[in-house]
């Protein structure tokens, strides 16, 4: 089972971002119109689905993935970081100038 961490950079736009709206939560995007961006909600404004599994916590916010995506990255960890550039539409690190970007590697387990 993959498991998700967060970088510094990415700890602190999720303070940032906590303190403008509260307790959020992350969904890993699928793709569509925002490619594979992780995508931050606040908690409550965004329905988990029934298929929906909760990798674990960045920033004391919690990660959900689709359970095809689950399956798919089984053997990969998932590194949420930051760049530069605009975040997806509806998520709430667009505007900032720096948006969450989910990076990869092969579990070591």
């Known amino acids: 089972m993959s498991t998700v961490t ?22 890993q995007s699928g793709g569509c119109c925002d490619g594979s961006s992780p995508m931050c909600y606040p908690q409550g404004d965004f329905r988990v689905g ?22 798919a990255w089984a053997h990969t960890d998932l590194i949420i970081d930051v760049v530069a550039g605009r975040g997806g539409m509806f998520s709430l690190d ?3 100038e720096k948006r969450f970007l989910t990076r990869s590697e092969i579990c070591a387990r």
């Not at 029934?50 to 689950?70: H, M, T």
């Open 6 to 27: 967060a970088t510094p950079e990415a700890l602190k736009l999720i303070e940032e971002i906590t303190a403008d709206h509260g307790p959020v939560l992350f969904h």
């Open 50 to 71: 029934d298929r929906d599994v909760k990798l674990g916590e960045i920033g004391g916010a919690p990660f959900y993935i689709s359970a095809s995506q689950a399956e």
């Open 94 to 96: 667009n505007g900032r």
